[in-house]
């Protein structure tokens, strides 16, 4: 028996090596800042779910998500995704549960594992996406699943209620299998790169810089920001571009900064363009007013649309590039379309 509660305590060792990027999550991300909590709600949890309940035989059917857990979480040069290492350790702590102490026991400890996952830095803004809600209403949430977790132990220590585990595998891996299909074009794609210059003549557009407010610069502090204004006619468009540096908790999704300032965003999809390249296109309103906007990232030798892309590959100093561009809507969207178009392929045409 405690030969088994020592290899239990042991199965936390994946989790602890990430504990410098937790903790670089809950300090330098707004978006995770209070997730520790759930770890910590994690804790009474886990004893009060185990409170008088005994270890039971080995259960070897836990290898088919120990092993993967361990594969994911150990080596994360595989994925370069450190929150799905951070999930996968918890995933390791839970099937050590299941293979040494039984399904009956690890069943009575799956919400505090759901619990734990609720911690896992980007899912407040993940859960976001998913529900088109800003962050703080998606953390909400989260908070409500927690206590729906406490629920589940409390009604599984009142009727000691179990189900199956080939019925929760089967659930969890739809759910996994639905998430990967859902996030795999922004995870996966690379495009060619793109790190535009920006003249003050861009084919029919004029543009000159702007200086980027005190409060931007704060918020860009170990990264180079740039702002720019260009014209056509009627058409304005505005630029934001951002030299990466060594924080990555500086760079934001645009749809969350959009929620953040009490935009209301309408969609927000992949546009594949030319020439292997795409952007994230954001349709955005606020009062009176609407807007359509394009982002990408770049480094010197790729350029992918999405956040989650740009967040698989970032390294410190590895010197990566955000841009937004935007144009405000006044009729069909694809006139503001047509325009942002008009211009990339004016920048792409300087580099190329």
Not at 43 to 62: G, N, R, S, T
Not at 68 to 73: G, H, N, V
Not at 133 to 161: D, E, N
Not at 255 to 274: F, G
Request: net charge positive; hydrophobic share 45%; charged share 15%.
């Amino acid at each position: 028996m405690m030969i088994k509660i020592f290899l239990i305590f042991t199965s936390f060792f994946p989790l602890f090596i990430h504990s410098s990027y937790l903790w670089q999550a809950w300090t330098g991300s707004r978006l995770d800042h209070w997730d520790w909590i759930f770890y910590l709600i994690s804790i009474p949890a886990a004893f009060w779910a185990v409170y008088k309940e005994k270890l039971e035989k080995c259960d070897f059917y836990a290898l088919l998500i120990l092993l993967p857990s361990l594969l994911l979480t150990l080596p994360v040069q595989l994925h370069d995704i450190n929150a799905l290492a951070v999930a996968s350790a918890a995933g390791v702590i839970f099937s050590a549960v299941w293979l040494l102490g039984s399904w009956q026991f690890a069943y009575k400890v799956l919400p505090v594992f759901f619990i734990l996952l609720l911690g896992t830095p980007s899912s407040s803004y993940h859960l976001s996406l998913l529900m088109m809600c800003p962050v703080p209403v998606a953390w909400g949430g989260k908070f409500l699943l927690a206590v729906l977790c406490l629920f589940w132990i409390w009604h599984t220590k009142r009727t000691s209620y179990t189900v199956k585990s080939g019925t929760v595998f089967f659930v969890a891996s739809v759910i996994a299998t639905a998430l990967v299909l859902l996030h795999s074009k922004e995870l996966y794609f690379e495009g060619t790169d793109f790190v535009p210059d920006f003249p003050s003549r861009c084919g029919e557009f004029w543009g000159r810089s702007i200086e980027p407010d005190e409060n931007t610069k704060r918020f860009f502090v170990t990264s180079t920001v740039k702002q720019y204004c260009y014209t056509k006619n009627n058409a304005d468009i505005s630029v934001l571009a951002v030299q990466c540096g060594r924080n990555i908790h500086e760079i934001h999704p645009a749809s969350h900064c959009l929620r953040t300032s009490m935009w209301t965003v309408h969609s927000e999809k992949i546009l594949y363009l030319q020439n292997r390249f795409a952007v994230t296109e954001i349709d955005a309103s606020r009062g009176g007013n609407r807007i359509l906007v394009w982002v990408w990232y770049s480094s010197k030798t790729f350029s992918t649309p999405g956040f989650l892309g740009f967040r698989r590959h970032f390294t410190p100093g590895g010197n990566y590039y955000t841009y937004q561009i935007s144009i405000p809507l006044y009729g069909n969207i694809e006139n503001g379309r047509s325009e942002l178009k008009k211009f990339v392929q004016a920048l792409r045409s300087r580099k190329e």
